[in-house]
Nanobody, 125 residues
Framework: QVQLVESGGGLVQAGGSLRLSCAAS????????MGWFRQAPGKEREFVAS????????YYADSVKGRWTISRDKDKNTLYLQMNSLKPEDTAVYYC??????????????????WGQGTQVNVSA
């Protein structure tokens, strides 16, 4: 089992920045990929970004590409999401996710085995 705990959410004005963190514990040596998903009010949860744990290959949703950066610190077992140029439409609960699979589709929620509890991000206009 892998446990995930997110932090770093909050309220920010449009154009501002936030950095989310996700601390992983437990069987972290099983992790093959980690990612961020978000769920806005009244909408389905959607893929934001992911990173392969060993090679650090990154993947982004079109909506955040060029604005945000996903990264990880293997020594600290921590995942990050640096969010710049935030927009009101980025308001959502952000979830950290991890997978121990060797084959997966990076933006498919069902391919992630472990989830954090979520952290709220609010962007005011």
């Amino acid at each position: 089992q892998v446990q995930l705990v997110e932090s770093g959410g909050g309220l920010v004005q449009a154009g501002g920045s936030l950095r989310l963190s996700c601390a992983a514990s437990g069987r972290t040596f099983d992790i093959t990929i980690m990612g961020w998903f978000r769920q806005a009010p009244g909408k389905e949860r959607e893929f934001v970004a992911s990173i392969s744990w060993s090679r650090s290959t990154t993947y982004y949703a079109d909506s955040v590409k060029g604005r945000w950066t996903i990264s990880r610190d293997k020594d600290k077992n921590t995942l990050y999401l640096q969010m710049n140029s935030l927009k009101p439409e980025d308001t959502a609960v952000y979830y950290c996710a991890a997978s121990s699979r060797f084959t997966f589709t990076v933006n498919t929620q069902g391919d992630y085995d472990y989830w954090g509890q979520g952290t709220q991000v609010n962007v005011s206009a």
